[in-house]
């Protein structure tokens, strides 16, 4: 216990003794983290969006007036890509557009007759859920005698699929970018202090104190650095959420269909922290590992 | 306890191809609690050996044995066993100019997770027996050289060392204090620690009437113990 209040000790000591460097280095996590943490958001609010889009995705198959509507409905439940079928009638999809027209409905009265045809729509299984798939399966619909029109829409989920994984790939090369500098500013700040403390540690040496007991300080001042440029992140993003999510949740509704806008989940608190004393311990290993040869 | 077998050194140099040498061919060997001064002139190795013993340099021939153990085979962590059992007194007293009295003195002990009560009970006795406590939350910049290096006595005594290596110990203190520190030397000695005092000071060596290794130019050319 002695030993650990010892190491303690030291570690406090070489964090007073690295000052502002010590700032740069938990300054510079920070960045890092919440950049992130700033792009992962976003690359996760748009994979939810994509998730809960590729769950809505269906075909609707257009009927001619002369189709036999039921036995297509059953041709098309026997097959596997298809979760559900259901036949909207004429008289069906006249309801709907009354309702989507709402207080303009007398704009239908002037009609001789009801022009719209009926349909099937299909909701796809999930691993059905992709453009080639979606493609091929409306393809088959639209062979289907009394079939006379097929539409679907799967590209504009795949191209949310894409801006999730750039800014994924965005988010985490500025980070990687900020957490390198990061890990290189924990280098400077740990080879400063060993060489602040050369001679003490030349002392500690003689005196028969063991490595781990002599290193054991700049590896610890490396991850708590990490943990508090990380806990300074959390704050930030946190700060965030406080700021930006009242704002953005009607946004995110109204354009991806997304309800709750989270930033940080306490799991990715833990993993950012976690990230942090990696990061940290890191960099003082390089500097520990390449600078204090006894 | 302590055996040179056909030692030298010989430091790299930018002046010299040959480097220079600071040891060259020194046998002798040392008994469990003996008490044994080195000396002679600066430059005449005195320090190199004291560094050798510590296996704070390595030699470039021969053989080091503290304890029957070889210095040079010994791994990194039987290194800082063997450090464990040696109290070193440097000739700049290496003090740690951040750390109070009491906490250079007190290091020795806490790398070694003594406990609390034990560092401080320990550490005071050794400042009560160089003078020194009631100097002991003082900065070593307040301290006279003499002070000073009474508190790297202190250190080096704290742990009550199997072997006690001095360098110059009494170079900064008057004569009356080199006197209480010899006692000092003395006092440890009986109690079974080895000492090995280098010193450039024959005189001081007369009168405590040990035995005397001398160095010149790096080599033993006399030793009142035994045969050169």
């Known amino acids: ?294 | 306890m302590i055996e040179f077998e056909h030692v030298s050194k010989v430091y790299a140099s930018t002046v010299s191809a040959e480097g220079v040498q600071a040891l060259d061919d020194v046998t002798f060997m040392i008994q469990k609690a003996e008490f044994v001064f080195v000396v002679g002139p600066s430059g005449a190795g005195k320090s190199t050996l004291l560094r050798l013993l510590v296996r704070e340099e390595v030699p470039t021939e021969g053989e080091i044995r503290v304890g029957g153990k070889n210095l040079l085979r010994l791994r990194r962590r039987s290194i800082t066993r063997l450090r464990r059992l040696i109290g070193v007194i440097f000739q700049d007293g290496r003090l740690l100019p951040d750390r109070t009295v009491f906490d250079n003195v007190a290091l020795v002990l806490r790398v070694r997770g003594a406990a609390r009560d034990d560092v401080r009970w320990r550490t005071q006795q050794a400042l009560r027996a160089v003078g020194l406590l009631p100097k002991e939350g003082a900065y070593p910049r307040a301290l006279s050289g003499g002070e000073r290096q009474r508190v790297a006595i202190a250190r080096a005594l704290v742990r009550e060392p199997v072997l006690l290596l001095a360098d110059e110990p009494t170079g900064d203190l008057d004569d009356e204090s080199a006197g209480e520190i010899m006692e000092l030397f003395k006092v440890v000695n009986t109690r079974g620690t080895t000492v090995v005092v280098a010193t450039h000071e024959q005189g001081l060596a007369a009168r405590m009437r040990q035995r005397t290794i001398q160095l010149m130019a790096g080599r033993v050319v006399k030793d009142s113990g035994g045969a050169v």
């Open chain 1, 1 to 294: 216990m002695s030993r650990v209040s010892f190491l303690l000790g030291e570690t406090g000591l070489t964090i007073r003794q690295s000052g502002w460097i010590s700032v740069v280095a938990i300054l510079l996590t920070a960045l890092s983290f919440t950049t992130v943490g700033l792009f992962l958001w976003l690359a996760r609010t748009l994979g939810n969006a994509e998730a809960h889009w590729r769950g809505e995705m269906r075909i609707v198959a257009y009927l001619d007036d002369e189709a036999n509507a039921q036995s297509l409905l059953q041709t098309v439940r026997g097959w596997p890509e298809v979760r559900e079928a259901r036949l909207v009638t004429k008289a069906e999809a006249l309801e709907r557009l009354r309702g989507y027209l709402a207080d303009r409905r007398e704009l239908l009265g002037s009609l001789p007759s009801n022009p719209l045809p009926a349909s099937l729509e299909l909701g796809l299984a999930a691993d059905a859920a992709t453009p080639e798939e979606t493609q091929a399966l409306a393809g088959r619909v639209g062979r289907l005698r009394g079939v006379d029109e097929v539409q679907y829409t799967a590209e504009w989920v795949e191209r949310l699929d894409r801006w999730r994984r750039v800014l994924s790939a965005v988010g985490l090369g500025i980070g990687g970018f900020l957490a390198l500098a990061a890990v290189l500013t924990v280098t400077t700040s740990a080879t400063l202090a060993t060489h602040a403390r050369r001679r003490e540690m030349e002392v500690m040496r003689l005196v028969g104190a063991g490595e781990g007991l002599i290193r054991g300080p700049f590896l610890l001042q490396g991850m708590i650095q990490g943990i508090v440029g990380a806990l300074v992140a959390l704050g930030c993003l946190a700060a965030a959420e406080i700021v930006l999510a009242p704002r953005l949740a009607p946004l995110l509704a109204l354009t991806l269909g997304l309800e709750p806008v989270t930033f940080l989940s306490p799991l990715d608190g833990a993993v950012l922290l976690a990230g942090g004393a990696v990061l940290g311990g890191l960099g003082s290993l390089l500097a520990v590992g390449r600078g204090m040869r006894p």
